[in-house]
Structures are given as structure tokens and as C-alpha cells.
């Protein structure tokens, strides 16, 4: 099926420093999603993406987080400064369309985020 | 307060026995419900998705919706030890994106 792939798998990373989540969505799909994810737990909705904008982003956006998808490249999600609340996996997915039938996500593997 | 809410939390079934799961939404305008499984340590993958009042089976697997009450059920016949995962309902509203639950940890037992 459709894959979603997500760079890299684990990250260690020191409280304070900044880091780039790195995720190449199917290529024909147009929506983009980060979902945070802790120990197994609910997937927590963050923020959903465009036509190179933000669509929606929940209160676990904090202002540390950005995300952008320049032409041709990854779909990233930023933190900067991380802390240690930042530790999780993130799960990036995507999606051909919005609402309805078409709005089936494809997830990636996800990215465990350990802030020392 | 959980816009989807899922019980049981937890569940254990004998291999070859019948799993049902339960996933509510408090929110009326939730109009679309979907079912991942999340294995450990695993992306989760689309298992079921349905829009309409009814039932829907595919396979071993048959999910029901009462979009008057906006339950929908998954229930799992002839259980596997492989269908030992999380599952997680989720719903949307229209354009929105998905809302999940926080999931039922199934566990089958040999």
C-alpha cells in the first residue's frame, strides 16, 4: 500500500536545542498531518497542512513548532526550543483529500523524540 | 472532555472468540468513523471506515454505526493471537481532520 516515510527513527536530543522531524508523504496525496503519540498512548492531533499552509493546529502546537513543506522535499515539523514534555513519537501522515470517504490517513513508522 | 471516547480500555479474548469494541462521539457534527490498528511499537493502518447507518464485514471483521446515537462498534470473529494490537476509533467532522479516541488494548489469548 501507499507509504509514508519518516526520517529518522529515533532522535536523542539535549533540552533547549532545536530539531527537524522529517516526513516524505505518497506522492500524489495533498494533505499533511503530525499526530504526537506518548509511551503507546491517544495519537494527539497537532497540526494539518495545505497547499504550503497551516489548515488547523490544536493547543499541543505550542510556538516552538513550525512545520513547512518547501517544493519537492520533505514535510518537516520543527521544534526549537525542545523540552523535555517535547519527548514522544511523532507520527507524520497523509492524506488524497479532506472530509469524507478520501480523508483516509496513511501513517508513517513515526519518529521517537527522546529530550534529555 | 473526549470528543470520541472507546471502551473497554482494555480487553482479553480467547483465541477463536468474538471481540467487540465500542467507540461514542459527544459530538454531533462527527459524521464520518474510522477504525486504525495499532500494533506495538508500529505506525497505525486504516482497518475500517463507515459513513452510513448499517453494518459493514469484511472478512473476519464487521463494524456497525447508529449515527443517532454516533456509535459504532468493531466487532472480530474467530480472534487471532495477530489481532492483539490497539485499536483506535477516530471521527470527523466533514473537512476536519481526525479526532481520535484513546483506544483498546485487545489482547488474545492462546
Known amino acids: 500500500g501507499p507509504k509514508v516515510l519518516q526520517i529518522p527513527s529515533h532522535q536523542i536530543i539535549d533540552m533547549g536545542q532545536m530539531v527537524t522531524l522529517n516526513c516524505d508523504p505518497v506522492s500524489n496525496h495533498l494533505y499533511f498531518y503530525w499526530y504526537k503519540q506518548i509511551l503507546g498512548q491517544q495519537m494527539e492531533f497537532l497540526v494539518n497542512?495545505?497547499?504550503?499552509?497551516?489548515?488547523?493546529k490544536s493547543k499541543l502546537f505550542k510556538d516552538q513548532f513550525s512545520v513547512e513543506r518547501p517544493d519537492g522535499s520533505y514535510f518537516t515539523l520543527k521544534i526549537q526550543p525542545t523540552a523535555l514534555e517535547d519527548s514522544a513519537v511523532y507520527f507524520c501522515?497523509?492524506?488524497?483529500?479532506?472530509?469524507?470517504?478520501?480523508?483516509?490517513?496513511?501513517f508513517g513508522a513515526g519518529t521517537r523524540l527522546s529530550v534529555l | 472532555q473526549q470528543k470520541v471516547q472507546q471502551s473497554p480500555e482494555s480487553l482479553i479474548v480467547p483465541e477463536g472468540g468474538m471481540a467487540s469494541l465500542n467507540c461514542t462521539s459527544s459530538d454531533r457534527n462527527v459524521d464520518y468513523f474510522w477504525w486504525y490498528r495499532q500494533h506495538s511499537g508500529k505506525s497505525p493502518k486504516m482497518l475500517m471506515?463507515?459513513?452510513?447507518?448499517g453494518e459493514k464485514e469484511e472478512g473476519r471483521f464487521t463494524v456497525h454505526l447508529n449515527k443517532a446515537s454516533l456509535h459504532t462498534s468493531l466487532h472480530i470473529r474467530d480472534s487471532q493471537p495477530s489481532d492483539s494490537a490497539l485499536y483506535l476509533c477516530?471521527?470527523?467532522?466533514?473537512?476536519?481532520?481526525?479526532?481520535f479516541g484513546k483506544g483498546t488494548q485487545l489482547i488474545i489469548q492462546p
Open positions: 497542512f495545505y497547499n504550503g499552509k497551516v489548515m488547523e
Open positions: 501522515a497523509s492524506s488524497l483529500a479532506a472530509g469524507g470517504s478520501q480523508n483516509t490517513l496513511y
Open positions: 477516530a471521527g470527523t467532522e466533514g473537512a476536519d481532520r481526525l479526532t
Open positions: 471506515s463507515i459513513f452510513s447507518n
